[in-house]
Nanobody, 122 residues
Framework: QVQLVESGGGLVQAGGSLRLSCAASGRTFSSYVMNWFRQAPGKEREFVAAISRGGISTYYADSVRGRFTISRDNAKNTVYLQMDKLKPDDTADYYC???????????????WGKGTLVTVSS
């Protein structure tokens, strides 16, 4: 069992930055591919970014590539999402998710956090 708790959401102006954190319980954090998803009001939950178990490989949705950076610290059981040059379209609930396999889909996740809200004002 892995429990995930996100933090760092809030209100920011367009062009600003936020850093999300996701703290994981358990001793097997490094065995999971870690992901960030987001869900805007009235929309489907969508993939944002993923990072491999050792942190070497990263993957991004086209909509955030070049603006967001995912990273992890296995010693601290934590994954981060640095979000720069934020846009109003980035407004959403952001969810951390852990996956045993490398699938970057909602159905491929094994554990989810409860989310943290990011609001970007224009």
């Amino acid at each position: 069992q892995v429990q995930l708790v996100e933090s760092g959401g809030g209100l920011v102006q367009a062009g600003g930055s936020l850093r999300l954190s996701c703290a994981a319980s358990g001793r097997t954090f490094s065995s999971y591919v870690m992901n960030w998803f987001r869900q805007a009001p009235g929309k489907e939950r969508e993939f944002v970014a993923a990072i491999s178990r050792g942190g070497i490989s990263t993957y991004y949705a086209d909509s955030v590539r070049g603006r967001f950076t995912i990273s992890r610290d296995n010693a601290k059981n934590t994954v981060y999402l640095q979000m720069d040059k934020l846009k109003p379209d980035d407004t959403a609930d952001y969810y951390c998710a852990a996956a045993r396999l490398g699938q970057r889909t909602k159905d491929g996740m094994d554990y989810w956090g409860k989310g943290t809200l990011v609001t970007v004002s224009s």
